[in-house]
């Protein structure tokens, strides 16, 4: 059983900064892309950042300019920095991974989701 453990959620005043860290307690083979979803009491899921195995990055409009995924492909590690945090920003972050075990096969896996709460 893989499990994805995200780490560095929490409390954090408006204007301060925040980094999540994302990584499989077991091995993924066939990784094609890591991200950040987040969702918000009565709003739907939405796109944070991604980011390829081949560094190919997007992020939603909201936090363009305040974020920045990064990732260690040896390791299936996934980070978020975001800095100049909103209350707008608070959520539940999830984590999300991409594999492709064949043309015809495409799975994804998410974390337990971690708590971001931006205080004015």
């Known amino acids: 059983q893989v499990q994805l453990v995200e780490s560095g959620g929490g409390l954090v005043q408006a204007g301060g900064s925040l980094r999540l860290s994302c990584a499989p307690s077991?091995?993924?083979?066939?990784?094609?892309?890591m991200g950040w979803y987040r969702q918000a009491p009565g709003k739907q899921r939405e796109l944070v950042a991604r980011?390829?195995?081949?560094?190919?990055?997007n992020y939603g409009d909201s936090v363009k300019g305040r974020f920045t995924i990064s990732r260690d492909n040896a390791k299936n590690t996934v980070y978020l920095q975001m800095n100049s945090l909103k209350p707008e920003d608070t959520a539940v972050y999830y984590c999300?991974?991409?594999?492709?075990?064949?043309?015809?096969?495409?799975?994804?896996?998410w974390g337990q989701g971690t708590q971001v709460t931006v205080s004015s």
């Open positions: 980011i390829t195995t081949g560094g190919s990055t």
């Open positions: 999300n991974v991409e594999v492709v075990t064949s043309p015809l096969r495409k799975i994804d896996y």
């Open positions: 077991g091995s993924i083979f066939g990784i094609n892309a």
